[in-house]
């Protein structure tokens, strides 16, 4: 059968991915402004403007890398791959489009308010209740498009997929809904809104976006390198314990004063077990990448995948050391929460994501990729300039946190410690900068069909056949 | 596994963890109550004024944040109290009537958890506010002139202008965003006894 929905969910889906393609252009530029305003100081006091300053800069990085790139981007490429192996037609091609740009319009007045006025200060949700409505809004009628393939599908292709996705669709509704209503209803008191906040926290991140994140590889490595995910068993296992842990990660990052003790505890302990959790996931899909040097080579997807499987380990082993007790205590407050980010998005849901960009969109848009040298930048500018941004990070939380916990080191003394740090992860972000900016140039001229599309799919032409099988469902 | 079974495992899973640890958290923490000072008869922690809590969004709204924590550590573990962060370490119950309650991000700057008591003086935040290296030379917070309006001094410099040398006969005023975080800074000092943190 053939891609039957594409028509009906090209513009949304072209929507999605134009708006996370240059949200994350704009964020990058302006985490750039932000560290160099950490880096220089003074500049701040060369040019005191509120709202490019570094306490609205620094959340709004956060916010349209979190809600415009990765969360628009994801959204964008599940509407190409749930029609392909569900077969099934969204209801509307209109309502999601509406959908696809009330999701960008969202992004644009949160953006517009943290500008202008600034966060609110909670964390991960740095917008207005207004924005919360239409984000939930949109999500309401993407993933109700979504779940409908989802379940028409569910017996007609692997499990694992299916289920990180499951749950990730209920995640985002559950946590954002009740975040919104307890922090700004005025239903929590006190240091419950410190215990909410980490809640959505987590499950911003590790109930929905890294499902979403193992939706793609547990659906596309199989069917781009040929190869079959391995136990089933230890997949639902890892499963279960991802979607159970991972809503209690934040809890191990917080720090003692508001938190009563026992949720840190269990904060550190759902920790370490999710890190088993990743171990199970990565011993089965390792195999599916071993000895395709070649592949990843000449594949784009494959290499763009491959980096993101690795990122999803490292990103989670990464945690499950800071939630090591003499760790954590060392390094709460530090620039060790930058590096968590670095290493989440960039790598893992980044790399993830550019994956599935490259492999799904030939097949909705009929374009292919050229062999052009913008796909060579795009990859190793990004994938440098990630490992620059997590590792300068990471050192200097650990370098921060040694020296906070030495009274005898004052402030100033360690924020002139920090700056080679600080220059590091300033040029990690150029480099990554550049590296979406060929993105995005081969991604517009692909889109505007610049290129003669002699090719489409042409990036994976030795496993071509694996791919279509698998992306295109059993029907008779 | 069939879709139906799939689904209310997580719903289960889901709930489990969102009821672990607010519905938990609500009986440990939400539940508090003030403790009453037993010769004074206030309540510990004090009821944070209107203009405080005005404050705490002028805070966050500014991104203070970003750089600052609202939480001291310790004894052990952390030398929050030895670089004089706080008198003891915070507790939930310390956070009771801050509306929004924050904790921070990060640590380029100091813990503010008790920058009232190291910083008292309604002049000395206001200057900081307006030029953090008027106080310190060095400082690296960033300066925050836009929450000040500048005004002709007429007869004579207003009670509330910044102590700093006039220039044409403007004065500097704080606006009601200034007035509303440094009430807030203020009121940020946990230099009273609870049962469960007792100050020594």
Known sequence: MNIPSSSKTNLSVGILLVGSVSWALLGAGLQVLATLQLLVPSLAYLVPIPWIGYGHIAPLVSFLFTYGWIASGFLGVLLILIPRISGILSPSGRLLTGAAIVWQFAVLVGMAEILWSGSTGLISLPFSRSVTALFLLSYLILGSALSRGLGGSWKSGPLLPRLYLLGALLALPLGLGTAEVLLRGGLAPGALQIIMQFVWHSFLYHLWLTPLALVFLFQLLPALTGRPAGSLSLGLLSWIATIGFGGWVGNSLASEGPMPSWLQSAGVIATLLLGVAVLGNTLLLKPLLDGKWEECRRQVSLRFFAVGFWSYFASYAWLAFLALPGVRQTTTFTMVGQATQALLIFSFYGNVLAGAVYSLLPASRSIGWPSHPALTLHFWFTTLGAALIALAYALAGIFQGLALNDPGVPMSTISSYLRPFLVVALAGQLFWWLGQLAFSSIFFASLLKLFPSVAPVAIFPPDREATKQSLTPAHP | MKSSHALILVFLLLLLTWAGQVALGFFQVGRM???????????????????????????????????????????????????????????????????????????????????????????????????????????????????????????????????LPSRDWQQLLPTYKAKALVAYLQSLRTDYSLPEAPLK
């Not at chain 2, 510990?44 to 970003?66: D, H, I, N, Y």
């Open chain 2, 33 to 163: 109550e003030p403790i009453l000072d037993e010769e004074t008869n206030y309540p510990k922690p004090p009821a944070a004024s209107g203009l405080a809590q005005t404050g705490a969004r002028v805070f966050a709204s500014e991104g203070c944040l970003e750089c600052h924590s609202l939480s001291a550590r310790g004894p052990t573990g952390s030398a929050d109290l030895t670089r004089g962060w706080g008198p003891r370490r915070s507790v939930p119950r310390d956070y009771l009537f801050r509306e929004p309650a924050l904790i921070g991000l990060s640590r380029v700057g100091s813990d503010l958890s008790n920058i009232g008591l190291r910083v008292p003086e309604t002049k000395d935040l206001m200057l900081h506010l307006y030029n953090p290296r008027q106080r310190n030379a060095k400082s690296n917070c960033p300066p925050h002139p836009w929450l000040f309006d500048t005004r002709l001094a007429g007869t004579g410099i207003e009670n509330e202008a910044l102590p």
